[in-house]
C-alpha cells in the first residue's frame, strides 16, 4: 500500500478537531473515496442552533447522550445506540437535551466539501479551493427555542441498531445488519468472540472500518493491526483484507461503503424508502 493514512488505525478522539458552534461543539473528520464522517463532541449547554439543510443526505449516529434531532419542524429524541437519515433538502438541526454530552457521528456521501477542511491532515485527498465563509455558513447556534412538535412515534424514522433485522454472515457467529442513504451503505457486524480468521478478499471500492465495541485484527495486505473500541480505518480499493475478534467480548463493528454495495443491499430492504 502507498504510505497514506490508509491503513492506519486512528482512535476517534485522537482526530484533529476544530472548535465550531461558539466552541460548543468539537468536530472531527475522516474521509474515505467516497464519503465523509464526522465526529462531533456536544456540550450538553449546546441549545438549538439554526436549522439548515443541504442537497445531499446525512446519516446520523447516536452513540453517547441524548439529543432531539428536528427534521422540518418535527423533533425525535435519539438516545445513544441510534441511527437515523436525514433526507437531502430537508431543513434539520439538533441539540442535547441532558446532562450528558453527546456524541455523534454523520455520514454525508459523497464528502461534504463544505467540511473537507477537518480532513486536510489526509494528504492523500487533494483539498478543494472553499470560499472561507462557507465553512461556517449555517453555524449559528443562537437560534429560536423548538417550536415545532414532537413526533409521538418515531420509530419508522429513528431505528435502533441493535434492533435492525439481522442475517447470518459466514456461517460462523457473525450478523450483518445496515441503513443506506443515497450515495452511502452503513453496515453493522456482530462478531462473536470464538469467530475463526477467515482468509483475504478484496473489492474495486474502499472501505472505512469502525469499532464501537469490543476489540478485533484487522489484516491488511498480510499486515495484522488491533482495533480496539472507538477507532477508524480505511482500507483502500483493491487491498486484500480480514479481520476477526480478540478478546473474549462480542465486537460490533460498522463498515462504511460509498457507493452503497450493492450485494449487501438486501439488508437494507426494510427501508420502504428505497425500492
Given amino acids: 500500500m502507498a504510505q497514506t493514512t490508509a491503513g492506519n488505525v486512528y482512535k476517534w478522539k485522537d482526530l484533529p478537531q476544530t472548535k465550531v458552534l461558539g466552541g460548543l461543539m468539537d468536530r472531527a473528520g475522516f474521509r474515505s473515496d467516497g464519503a465523509l464522517l464526522t465526529f462531533n463532541w456536544i456540550s450538553p449547554k449546546m441549545p438549538r442552533w439554526e436549522p439548515h439543510k443541504h442537497p445531499f443526505d446525512q446519516i446520523v449516529l447516536t452513540l453517547a447522550g441524548t439529543q432531539i434531532l428536528e427534521i422540518e419542524g418535527e423533533g425525535m429524541v435519539c438516545e445513544p445506540g441510534t441511527i437515523v437519515r436525514v433526507p437531502g433538502d430537508k431543513m434539520h438541526t439538533g441539540w442535547p437535551i441532558s446532562d450528558e454530552p453527546v456524541l455523534n457521528i454523520d455520514v454525508f456521501a459523497p464528502p461534504r466539501e463544505d467540511y473537507l477542511?477537518?480532513?486536510?491532515?489526509q494528504t492523500e485527498y487533494p483539498q478543494p479551493v472553499?470560499?472561507?465563509?462557507?465553512k461556517t455558513y449555517h453555524q449559528n447556534p443562537d437560534g429560536e427555542p423548538f417550536g415545532g412538535t414532537m413526533i409521538e412515534d418515531p420509530s419508522d424514522l429513528v431505528y435502533c441498531w441493535a434492533d435492525l433485522p439481522r442475517e447470518d454472515a459466514l456461517a460462523s457467529g457473525m450478523q450483518r445488519s445496515g441503513m443506506r442513504g443515497d450515495n452511502s451503505l452503513v453496515v453493522f457486524n456482530w462478531l462473536q468472540p470464538d469467530m475463526p480468521r477467515f482468509e483475504p478478499h478484496s473489492h474495486p471500492f474502499d472501505q472505512t472500518v469502525l469499532v464501537i465495541e469490543g476489540?478485533?485484527?484487522?489484516?491488511?495486505?498480510g499486515r495484522e493491526t488491533e482495533c480496539?473500541?472507538?477507532?477508524?480505518v480505511r482500507v483502500p480499493a483493491g487491498v486484500p483484507h480480514t479481520g476477526w475478534p480478540i478478546g473474549d467480548k462480542p465486537v460490533i463493528n460498522m463498515d462504511v461503503f460509498a457507493p452503497?454495495?450493492?450485494?449487501y443491499l438486501h439488508i437494507t430492504k426494510y427501508?420502504?424508502?428505497f425500492r
Fill in 117 to 121: 477542511f477537518l480532513t486536510n491532515w
Fill in 215 to 221: 476489540s478485533m485484527m484487522l489484516e491488511l495486505d
Fill in 271 to 273: 427501508q420502504k424508502d
Fill in 228 to 232: 480496539g473500541p472507538q477507532s477508524i
Fill in 130 to 134: 472553499i470560499d472561507e465563509a462557507k
Fill in 260 to 263: 452503497p454495495r450493492e450485494d
